[in-house]
């Protein structure tokens, strides 16, 4: 039995980014593909952030941050990350996590913590809308 002092961190996640209540009731499952993020970016902290723009990696069927300059599926928005997940759970780096996504909100662009371009918000035209 191992009866060490243990410490853990807990960080609160931001949504301000959400436009309205409407949508957050239907998350979609994933996993996200870590090694797509950037630490200093998508998780200074340790924890991906909520409203992440995400495209879906065609090879592996996990997520990864949305890049329209990419050429592995995630040059597609396909929807926006809904809660933060911690990378370094335990202290073990994983390289993958389960993620929650939505596929259908308001959003309030402005308050995103990475900034999505025009082809992206073309992407999701319809299902995600931009306040």
Known sequence: MDLNLK???F??????????AHGTDAPVSIT????KFTAGTHYPDGYIKSGIFLGKI?????YGPYDDAAS???QTA?????TAQDTNARRV??????????????IREAKL?????AAGKADVAGRIIFV
Not at 32 to 35: A, E, G, H, M, T
């Open 32 to 35: 996200l593909d870590v090694s």
């Open 72 to 74: 592995d599926g995630r």
């Open 113 to 117: 913590p990475a900034a999505i371009d």
């Open 78 to 82: 396909v929807g926006v990350h809904f």
């Open 93 to 106: 780096t994983s390289t993958k996590v389960v993620g929650s996504m939505l596929v259908h909100c308001f």
């Open 7 to 9: 410490v853990e961190s």
């Open 11 to 20: 960080t609160q996640d931001r949504r301000d980014w959400l436009g309205s």
């Open 58 to 62: 065609t090879a592996t069927g996990l």
